[in-house]
């Protein structure tokens, strides 16, 4: 089974810095993916960014980047020019073969960002 | 675009009493799941669907049912509410593999006194 480990319970950083929230993983599927969810106060699930095992460059989209190290089992979230909107619960989490091609995702616990002005 | 969408957004049940959360989405996914996510914690898998008429238990199954009669709909059914189904509930859909993201509805928060 997948297990997705988040070591920082919270993270308080000032505005307009560079912040690396950290996610390792544990699998022995060769082929795996990874995801990041940003959960901010209102409750909705928003999808970030995403890296397949086999992909030979790390993910970006926009201000996110996926620091992806395979042989380590790092798959660390990098926010650069963070923002005050960027406050949120964030997630990593992996998805896990079910039956008949469905897919979950198995997520870790999370980890609290606070941005401060 | 409505996605997947999800009612109730709140909701609180007596001990001993049931309900249905709805969940429907509009993008003509195969694939729809049920989460649940407890206080400070990430989500679970409660149960799943591949398709109409297909649907299998997820790690927390217990104390909820599920149904999926149409592509459209995948309603969680509790039974007997317990104070320990007090949570968030999250219906999500794929239209496959998960190469991209699921999609999420935004939530049913459960309060079960």
């Known amino acids: 089974a997948q297990k997705i480990t988040q070591t920082q319970p919270g993270m308080f950083v000032q505005e307009k810095e560079a912040v690396t929230l950290d996610c390792t993983y544990d699998t022995s599927d060769p082929s795996y993916g990874l995801f990041w969810y940003k959960q901010p106060s209102s409750g909705e699930m928003i999808f970030l960014i995403y890296q397949g095992s086999y992909d030979q460059q790390n993910a970006t989209e926009g201000r996110y980047s996926l620091n992806f190290q395979k042989a380590r089992k790092s798959a660390n979230l990098v926010i650069s020019a963070s923002q005050l909107g960027d406050s949120a619960m964030y997630f990593c989490?992996?998805?896990?073969?079910?039956?008949?091609?469905?897919?979950?995702?198995?997520f870790g616990q999370g980890t609290r960002l606070t941005i401060n002005p | 675009n409505a996605g997947v969408t999800q009612t109730p957004k709140f909701r609180i049940l007596k001990i001993g009493q049931s309900m249905t959360l709805q969940c429907t989405q509009d993008m003509n996914h195969n694939y729809m799941y049920w989460y649940r996510q407890d206080p400070g914690m990430g989500l679970k898998l409660i149960y799943y669907s591949v398709g109409a008429g297909i649907t299998d238990k997820g790690e927390v199954p217990n104390g909820y049912n599920v149904s999926r009669s149409t592509t459209e709909d995948f309603p969680l059914r509790l039974e007997l509410a317990a104070p320990s189904q007090t949570s968030v509930y999250f219906c999500?859909?794929?239209?496959?593999?998960?190469?991209?993201?699921?999609?999420f509805g935004q939530g049913t928060r459960l309060t079960v006194v």
């Open positions: 999500a859909s794929s239209p496959g593999r998960l190469n991209t993201e699921a999609f």
């Open positions: 989490a992996m998805r896990e073969d079910l039956i008949q091609g469905a897919q979950k995702l198995v």
